[in-house]
């Protein structure tokens, strides 16, 4: 494989667009997983169908559908929640749902025959575009000079989302800003994993590093190359075993969570953590 990749633009593509889903995945999965925004980010996930059904209905780059209904989306459910006493595993419900049936709605509709949604749905990263991976680029940019720029804010509103508040840092505006993020997210990673895998790489990364360390640059950086680990590895394993590229990263994913909590387990001596309390303070 090592040999193709330099030879194939297919390969070179895939295998950009991998490293570039890890750094954000890495660093987002860690803020939802510390904030139990797991079931909420995988109905973001799932109403951006919605938006890639639109795409093809008016024909327009998919994607970009993808990325207005999710960013659309994911500004609703945190508005709907904070103005109505409806349950937040209901309004994820309800969105995941109507963003799913959209996206069926607008496909049946689109004239001619119906488009291949099965990169899409779950994954193919063999398919990804030079375009593709400029979206990435630029999104990825985004994403890390707000989390980098905003640091200790947003280590702030992890550890005590209401204390923060008394301090007065702006946590209704986090949130939206969040969401925002966590969708910017998903459509970075849908062609890596598809929607119904997208969760794979927000969480696993993430929750082997937690087995590990409390301090949460710790956590982004090692879940970053985790990331980049278990893509390169599943890539790989798709390439030479022609499995489907999606499932591939997600069955390896999980089985070295598996295998990390074990290892930890046996190794607890070693391992066992003493939480920090510098690694949450508030900013001074």
Known sequence: MIKALFQYTFLQNAVAGALLASIVCGIIGTIIIEKKLVMMSGGIAHISFGG???GYYFNIEPIFGGLVIAVLA????SAVNRKTRTPPDAL???FWSAGMALGILFIALTPGYPPDMTSYLFGDILTVSRTYIKLILVLDTVILVAVISLFNYWKAYMFDEEFAAI???GTVYLEYFLFVLIALTIIVIIKVVGIILVMTLLTVPASIARLFTYDLKRIMLVSVFLGMALCLTGLF????FNLPSGAAIALLSTTGYF???AFRKIMLPAFRKTPDPSDHCLPS
């Open 92 to 94: 994820v419900g309800m």
């Open 259 to 261: 295998v990390s909590a």
């Open 52 to 54: 890639i059904g639109m």
């Open 167 to 169: 301090q007065g840092i």
């Open 74 to 77: 994911s500004l609703g459910i």
């Open 237 to 240: 394993l798709s390439y030479r």
